[in-house]
C-alpha cells in the first residue's frame, strides 16, 4: 500500500514585503516552513488553507492565486507517505495578531508541539531558512519571481 499525505501551505506577504514563517518542534525534531498543515479527509485544498490558518495563526485569509504543487517525490520526514504540497498566495482578511519572533525556534513553552512566528524580508529570504526540501524549493521560486 502506498500512502500518500496531502499538505497544504501559505505565502503570506505583508506590506513591508516580509513573508510569515512558522518554525516548529515536534516528534524531538525542530524545523521551518510556511505555515500550513495536512488536508483532512472530506477537505478542499483552499478549505483546509484557510482552517490551518484559523487553527495556527487565528487568522482568517483569502487566497489569492495558486503558486506550486510537488512535481517531484519527496518522502515524509515523520513517516513512510509521499508528501504532495500545495501553495498558494494568501491574504489576510482579518489583522495579524501574532506574537511574532525575531529569532529563530523562540518559543514560548517547552510542551510539544512547539510553534512560533517569523516575518522574513523578501530581500533576505533564502533556500536554507526552510527545512524541508519543497519548501526550500517555493522559496527559490518565490526568489525568481520577484
Same mark, same amino acid.
Given at each position: ?14 506590506a ?30 483552499? =478549505? ?5 490558518? $484559523?487553527?495556527?495563526?487565528?487568522? @482568517?485569509? *483569502?487566497?489569492?492565486?495558486? +503558486? ?8 515524509s ?19 495579524? =495578531? ?5 529569532? $529563530?525556534?523562540?518559543?514560548?513553552? @517547552?510542551? *510539544?508541539?512547539?510553534?512560533? +512566528? ?29
Amino acid at each position: 500500500m502506498y500512502l500518500f499525505n496531502v499538505r497544504v501551505y501559505g505565502l503570506l506577504i505583508n506590506a513591508n514585503q516580509e513573508i510569515l514563517v512558522s518554525d516548529e518542534q515536534e516528534y524531538g525534531m525542530r524545523f521551518t516552513k510556511f505555515p500550513g498543515g495536512g488536508l483532512e479527509y472530506g477537505e478542499g485544498l483552499t =478549505d483546509g488553507l484557510k482552517r490551518e490558518f $484559523v487553527e495556527e495563526c487565528n487568522l @482568517d485569509v *483569502e487566497i489569492v492565486n495558486h +503558486f506550486y504543487t510537488t512535481d517531484f517525490f519527496v518522502k515524509s520526514a515523520f513517516n513512510d507517505s509521499q508528501i504532495i504540497s500545495v501553495y498558494y498566495v494568501v491574504q489576510n482578511t482579518t489583522p495579524v =495578531d501574532l506574537i511574532i519572533k525575531t529569532d $529563530v525556534f523562540d518559543f514560548d513553552s @517547552d510542551m *510539544e508541539p512547539l510553534q512560533s +512566528f517569523r516575518w522574513i524580508k523578501l530581500s533576505e529570504l533564502n533556500e536554507g531558512d526552510f527545512t524541508f526540501p519543497i519548501d526550500q524549493h517555493v522559496a527559490k521560486l518565490l526568489l525568481q519571481s520577484l
